[in-house]
């Protein structure tokens, strides 16, 4: 009797072998969820996956940016959207005589100084009209975005598939857009709708039965510009950049001739790749912040007071 219950506590081989297996699917598991730090939509999993397997292109998103009582707050929200895409890289292009110190320390705590380029170049003063509203006589951000693309053209690997994208610091950027952008093929100027731009609802380029081709687009606002689109409607295959050197922007054509002025040199109306469902999803907003009102803090300040003594805002 006393032997055939030691023989029942006895564990068997293959209960080793069972609980072995059980423990290394766990381990798997949990190794497996501490990897994809991305919990999220089943597009941005996606992106995570191709990262990992080294397939997904690299997004360099062209940044430029001006002092303002709102700078920190509108970079803080791009800042946030790149945290959760792992391919992004960010030229940020300061308007100003130096790189400050409000978007190195942003960049550092939202862990992106790996994954960024901080340059800058200021606009010649005469292109800006003091106190108008809007105080501007040329397009803005030239001279900013020609210097990431110099930036670009002697650092990136050639050899390697990357988007590029223009990317105003105030507009609303969706993760999605950006799963969208890594579906450029090279060559290719990929395109999509935007909200709230050129007095309409949106912007969108019109396609043909098939839905392969643009066959025009819905502007209201200039509709006879050879791309009237934002430069928040497309981004490009970064080959093309290499292929055509003399693809910048200028100072040379009207405001919002920007978009034709750079595209005219890559592509063409018929070459371009709709994407976002078939342009048929916004994903991008030309959103405007208002100009701050400072007026009790102006008050403070003529009494050499200020709210923000020793802070940064
Ligand atoms: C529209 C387009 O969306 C811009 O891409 C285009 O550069 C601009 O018109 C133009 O052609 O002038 P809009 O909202 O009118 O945009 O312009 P902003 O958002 O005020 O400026 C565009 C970019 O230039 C922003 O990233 C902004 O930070 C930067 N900028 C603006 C400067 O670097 N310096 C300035 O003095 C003003
Ligand atoms: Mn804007």
Redesign the pocket.
């Given at each position: 009797m006393a032997y055939a219950s030691m023989s029942e506590a006895r564990i068997r081989p293959r209960q080793v072998l069972v609980l072995i297996i059980v423990f290394l699917i766990v381990l798997k598991l949990v190794h497996h969820n501490g990897k994809h730090t991305c919990q999220g939509p089943e597009y941005l999993q996606a992106m995570y996956t191709q990262q990992e397997a080294g397939t997904l292109p690299h997004i360099y998103a062209i940044?430029?940016?001006?002092a303002r009582p709102a700078q920190k707050a509108e970079l803080t929200r791009l800042s946030h959207l790149f945290m959760l895409l792992p391919n992004l890289h960010w030229i940020i292009?300061?308007?100003s005589n130096s790189t400050t110190p409000l978007v190195r320390s942003l960049l550092q705590r939202a862990g992106l100084e790996k994954r960024s380029t901080q340059l800058n170049i200021k606009?010649p003063p005469e292109f800006?009209l003091q106190g108008k509203d809007?105080n501007?006589i040329k397009?803005?951000?030239?001279e900013?975005r020609n210097m990431a693309l110099a930036w670009l053209r002697t650092h990136v690997d050639v050899d390697r598939h990357a988007i590029v994208f223009?990317?105003?610091?105030?507009?609303s950027y969706s993760t999605e857009l950006f799963a969208e952008m890594t579906k450029i093929k090279p060559g290719h100027v990929g395109v999509w709708p935007v909200g709230l731009?050129g007095g309409l609802m949106v912007e969108r380029p019109i396609l043909n039965e098939d839905k392969t081709q643009v066959v025009g687009f819905n502007a209201a606002w200039q509709p006879k510009r050879p791309f009237p689109i934002?430069?928040?409607a497309f981004a490009i295959s970064m080959d093309l950049f290499i292929k055509n050197p003399q693809a910048v922007f200028s100072y040379e054509v009207q405001?919002?001739y920007?978009e034709s002025e750079i595209l005219r040199h890559l592509t063409t109306r018929q070459q371009l790749q709709p994407l976002a469902n078939s342009c048929r999803d916004v994903l991008v907003w030309?959103t405007?912040t208002e100009k701050t009102k400072l007026t009790s803090e102006d008050a403070l300040q003529r009494q050499g007071k200020r709210s923000d003594s020793g802070m940064e805002v």
């Amino acid at each position: 009797m006393a032997y055939a219950s030691m023989s029942e506590a006895r564990i068997r081989p293959r209960q080793v072998l069972v609980l072995i297996i059980v423990f290394l699917i766990v381990l798997k598991l949990v190794h497996h969820n501490g990897k994809h730090t991305c919990q999220g939509p089943e597009y941005l999993q996606a992106m995570y996956t191709q990262q990992e397997a080294g397939t997904l292109p690299h997004i360099y998103a062209i940044t430029p940016t001006y002092a303002r009582p709102a700078q920190k707050a509108e970079l803080t929200r791009l800042s946030h959207l790149f945290m959760l895409l792992p391919n992004l890289h960010w030229i940020i292009v300061e308007d100003s005589n130096s790189t400050t110190p409000l978007v190195r320390s942003l960049l550092q705590r939202a862990g992106l100084e790996k994954r960024s380029t901080q340059l800058n170049i200021k606009t010649p003063p005469e292109f800006k009209l003091q106190g108008k509203d809007p105080n501007w006589i040329k397009p803005r951000g030239v001279e900013q975005r020609n210097m990431a693309l110099a930036w670009l053209r002697t650092h990136v690997d050639v050899d390697r598939h990357a988007i590029v994208f223009f990317m105003d610091d105030d507009n609303s950027y969706s993760t999605e857009l950006f799963a969208e952008m890594t579906k450029i093929k090279p060559g290719h100027v990929g395109v999509w709708p935007v909200g709230l731009v050129g007095g309409l609802m949106v912007e969108r380029p019109i396609l043909n039965e098939d839905k392969t081709q643009v066959v025009g687009f819905n502007a209201a606002w200039q509709p006879k510009r050879p791309f009237p689109i934002d430069m928040a409607a497309f981004a490009i295959s970064m080959d093309l950049f290499i292929k055509n050197p003399q693809a910048v922007f200028s100072y040379e054509v009207q405001r919002g001739y920007q978009e034709s002025e750079i595209l005219r040199h890559l592509t063409t109306r018929q070459q371009l790749q709709p994407l976002a469902n078939s342009c048929r999803d916004v994903l991008v907003w030309h959103t405007r912040t208002e100009k701050t009102k400072l007026t009790s803090e102006d008050a403070l300040q003529r009494q050499g007071k200020r709210s923000d003594s020793g802070m940064e805002v």
